[in-house]
Each structure stands twice: as structure tokens, then as C-alpha cells.
Nanobody, 122 residues
Framework: QVTLMESGGGSVDAGGSLKLSCEATKYTVSTHCMGWFRQVTGKEREGVGIIDTYGSTRYADSVKGRFTISRDNAKNTLDLQMNSLKPEDTAMYYC????????????????RGQGTQVTVSS
């Protein structure tokens, strides 16, 4: 059974930084296109960043220049470095696996983690 487990969330003041990690079991993260998403209760899911098997990355306009998605092959994790955080970044963040080599935010992601909460105070 593939599992994804996020960590690194928490509370931070505006302008601060957090690093989220997503640990995968049963497979190697570099073999699939994976992404980070976020969701606020009552709102639509929002794609934050994607990295495909070729290493290409894509970001939501709202986080470009502030967030960086990457893989740590030694730890087999998908990471999200978040800098210059804003109150509007407050959400539940979760990682997801498309099971494909290439994906976009609207792709089907059959596997996702439980999420980690990020709260940014003004």
C-alpha cells in the first residue's frame, strides 16, 4: 500500500519560513510526477507546486518566487520550502502522487497524504 506522510507544518508569523516534507513508502518519489496542494475548509483545492520525473517544476502564480518544490532522493521525500509566508498561505497542505512521469495541476492524483496544517499570522 502506497502511503504519503507530510510533516513540517506549524504556525509562523508573516514573513517567516517553513519547510514541508512528504515521505513516501513502497516506491521512489523520483519515479513519479508529484505535487503539493493546499486547501482551506470550504474552498477549492489549489495546486501549489509540481515536479515531474524530468525535474521540471511548475508553481501557482501566488507562490512563484517564494516557494520551492524539490526532491531529496537520499531521504525519499518530496519537499516544499516556503519563504516570505503570508496570511493567505494559511491552509492544509498535502502532497499527492500522479503515478505518471508528467502531470499538471488538473491531472488525476490517485494518492495523497493526510496533510499538514500551515498557519501564518499577520
Amino acid at each position: 500500500q502506497v502511503t504519503l506522510m507530510e510533516s513540517g507544518g506549524g504556525s509562523v508569523d508573516a514573513g517567516g519560513s517553513l519547510k514541508l516534507s512528504c515521505e513516501a513508502t513502497k516506491y521512489t518519489v523520483s519515479t513519479h510526477c508529484m505535487g503539493w496542494f493546499r486547501q482551506v475548509t470550504g474552498k477549492e483545492r489549489e495546486g501549489v507546486g509540481i515536479i515531474d520525473t524530468y525535474g521540471s517544476t511548475r508553481y501557482a502564480d501566488s507562490v512563484k518566487g517564494r516557494f520551492t518544490i524539490s526532491r531529496d532522493n537520499a531521504k525519499n521525500t518530496l519537499d516544499l520550502q516556503m519563504n516570505s509566508l503570508k496570511p493567505e498561505d494559511t491552509a492544509m497542505y498535502y502532497c499527492a502522487d500522479s503515478r505518471q512521469s508528467y502531470c499538471v495541476f488538473d491531472s488525476y492524483f490517485p494518492y495523497r497524504g493526510q496533510g499538514t496544517q500551515v498557519t501564518v499570522s499577520s
